[in-house]
């Protein structure tokens, strides 16, 4: 299983971004797919998931009313789009699935999957 994530790049405060992350191998649709991050000499933080099933999501309150996750299930991927920016969302971000939905999602060790990593920078 591979989870390949892209999207990531360098804007500036208040810009957007979009996230993908295909994911092959197999398909989450008895679970989910997600998105952490890791700022620099934080720890690792929940950002988004979506329960594939049924499109529910969650959403971090840190980018509540800025970020929105979305899949595509034709293609296995899942979307982080991000808006409003700020210096503060600099951080490498995670896409994550999980083979079976868990109401626990905020925790990064329920995931049984996780992808390379991309690189968010936001300047100020």
């Known amino acids: 299983v591979q989870l390949q994530a892209s999207g990531g790049g360098l804007v500036q405060a208040g810009g957007s971004l979009r996230l993908s992350c295909a994911a092959s191998g197999r398909t989450f649709s008895s679970g989910a797919m997600g998105w952490f991050r890791r700022a620099p000499g934080k720890e690792r933080e929940f950002v988004a998931v979506?329960?594939?099933?049924?499109?529910?999501?969650y959403v971090a309150d840190s980018v509540k009313g800025r970020f929105t996750i979305s899949r595509e299930n034709a293609k296995n991927t899942v979307y982080l789009q991000m808006n409003s920016l700020k210096p503060e969302d600099t951080a490498v971000y995670y896409c994550v699935g999980r083979r079976i939905y868990s109401v626990a999602y905020y925790s990064p060790e329920v995931y049984d999957y996780w992808g390379q990593g991309t690189l968010v920078t936001v300047s100020s």
């Open positions: 979506i329960r594939w099933s049924t499109g529910n999501t």
